[in-house]
């Protein structure tokens, strides 16, 4: 995975084949990770799948099951503080 602002970073971590894109404030979720934008770092893997993103780094997820085209999400959702 590669960050551009100002420049590109290489984060060396693998990600989801088809990974999930959420960018809000300083930080963006790609699938499995949480990256900070403006450091770089990247936390994680996450170990749920990621429905919301905080401005603060947070991540909303479902506690009893995740989301697939199968089924819905299954609560109760609460936020992930995955950023030390």
Sequence with gaps: MTVD????????VE??????????GGFAYVSPWLVDL????PYGPVPKRALGLARTGELLVAEG???SAEKL???PLRWLDVVP
């Design 65 to 67: 099951g995740d989301t």
């Design 73 to 75: 999400a299954i609560g």
């Design 5 to 12: 602002p100002p420049g590109e970073a290489e984060l060396g």
């Design 15 to 24: 990600l989801d084949r088809n990974p999930d894109v959420l960018v809000q």
């Design 38 to 41: 403006v450091s770089g770092k």
